[in-house]
């Protein structure tokens, strides 16, 4: 949909790549990528500076250049048990120190992502000491350190991960003010951006050092929202042929799974795997005519085993296209 925009990953915990160093398949199935995902961001979760290094320094020895701290997942078992995520909000010199860390393992750009607060810990003045704590780190010139804000707070008890996306406000102008205050820092706004117009709208308003927004569910209920990203939000000629139309998309997306996962008549696709790759297609169609059997066919097919053997992924997705109008399918995504 977008050469332009970078990609996150979701979260890999630091210890799930230390303590595998010997097993290809663990990294490779958390790890590896395609150039056409580029650029490309690996979120780490952690919370000793040590085993964040040794995780930094393997994924920069898988090819990327960016890698961040999350320190704004509010899940229980990030934040409880494993007293990382959001709940690193409540120590800064932590987070400095693993920051420093990081930097220090490898020649790669660094960021983190967080909330404005944490549970009591939510007044703009803490927010404000918690950037600066998190500035004073001492990194090289050559990181190229970056923020990502979620503009609202996390509840660490009472609400689940879904509730702390929606339930806590959103409040981005406390975002505007305390960010846009901080001489030199370049950070990004996140959270309850659903749209390009919005998107753009929040990119007018901000102050100068925000660089960019995050959108993050969007991508997963309404992919097609991004079809016109590189040229209404960099300034492109043109989008990708890929965006121009949802068969152009699928086609495209087809040919990339081809060669991702092989067919072959000695072994078969597993339905984990073809759920896991058709997933961020259930949306292609969302709001449209046809959106609901897309899902049920894509459900099916991806269940069938002499089907999966036989045609592989792309199959399945061909497949579950037949039952689209031809007009949806080749309509200008708008």
Same mark, same amino acid.
């Given at each position: 949909?977008?050469k332009r ?7 890999v915990?630091?210890?799930?790549l230390?303590?595998?160093t010997?097993n290809?398949?663990?990294l490779d199935d958390?790890?590896?990528f395609?150039c056409?995902?580029?650029?490309l961001?690996l ?6 500076p040590?085993t964040?290094g ?9 090819g990327?250049?960016?890698v961040?701290?999350n320190?704004?997942?509010p899940s229980c078992k990030?934040?409880?048990v494993g007293?990382?995520?959001?709940a690193l ?11 420093e860390?990081m ?9 983190l992502?967080t909330?404005?607060?944490v549970d009591e /810990?939510?007044?703009r *003045?803490?927010?404000s000491s918690?950037?600066?704590?998190v500035?004073?780190s001492? $990194?090289p010139?050559s &990181? @190229?350190?970056?923020?990502t804000?979620?503009?609202?707070k996390?509840w ?11 339930i806590p406000?959103l ?6 003010d305390?960010c846009?205050?901080?001489?030199g820092?370049k950070?990004?706004?996140n959270g ?8 753009q709208e ?7 050092n925000?660089?960019g927004?995050?959108m993050g ?5 309404d992919p097609?929202?991004f079809?016109?990203t590189?040229v /209404?939000l960099?300034? *492109? ?7 121009y139309?949802?068969?152009?998309? $699928?086609d495209?997306? &087809? @040919?990339?799974?081809?060669?991702k996962y092989?067919?072959?008549t000695?072994s ?11 997933k961020p ?5 969302h ?5 609901k059997?897309?899902?049920s ?6 269940r069938?085993?002499?089907f999966?053997?036989?045609y592989g992924?792309s199959?399945?997705?061909?497949e579950?296209?037949?039952d689209?109008?031809?007009d949806?399918?080749d309509a200008?995504?708008?």
């Amino acid at each position: 949909m977008t050469k332009r925009s970078q990609i996150w990953s979701e979260m890999v915990v630091d210890k799930v790549l230390t303590h595998n160093t010997q097993n290809t398949d663990v990294l490779d199935d958390h790890l590896a990528f395609s150039c056409f995902e580029e650029p490309l961001t690996l979120q780490l979760g952690g919370s000793e500076p040590e085993t964040l290094g040794h995780a930094t320094k393997i994924v920069h020895q898988y090819g990327y250049s960016d890698v961040n701290l999350n320190a704004g997942c509010p899940s229980c078992k990030v934040a409880g048990v494993g007293e990382f995520g959001a709940a690193l909000m409540k120590k800064p010199l932590v987070i400095r120190k693993c920051l420093e860390a990081m930097a220090a393992a490898a020649p790669i750009r660094v960021s983190l992502k967080t909330r404005l607060g944490v549970d009591e /810990l939510d007044s703009r *003045e803490y927010f404000s000491s918690f950037l600066d704590t998190v500035l004073a780190s001492n $990194l090289p010139s050559s &990181c @190229d350190f970056s923020v990502t804000v979620h503009a609202r707070k996390a509840w660490l008890k009472g609400l689940s991960p879904a509730q702390n996306r929606t339930i806590p406000p959103l409040d981005y102008q406390r975002a505007f003010d305390v960010c846009g205050s901080k001489s030199g820092l370049k950070w990004y706004l996140n959270g309850g951006i659903n749209t390009l117009e919005e998107a753009q709208e929040l990119l007018q308003q901000a102050p100068p050092n925000m660089e960019g927004v995050m959108m993050g569910r969007a991508a997963m209920n309404d992919p097609c929202v991004f079809a016109n990203t590189d040229v /209404l939000l960099y300034g *492109e000629d043109e989008n990708p042929q890929s965006a121009y139309t949802r068969r152009c998309l $699928l086609d495209a997306y &087809c @040919d990339y799974i081809h060669d991702k996962y092989t067919i072959s008549t000695d072994s078969v696709v597993s339905v984990g795997d073809v759920f896991k790759a058709v997933k961020p297609l259930l949306g292609v169609f969302h709001g449209l005519k046809g959106n609901k059997s897309w899902r049920s066919n894509l459900d099916q097919f991806s269940r069938n085993e002499s089907f999966r053997r036989e045609y592989g992924i792309s199959g399945v997705i061909q497949e579950a296209m037949k039952d689209i109008d031809i007009d949806i399918l080749d309509a200008k995504i708008q």
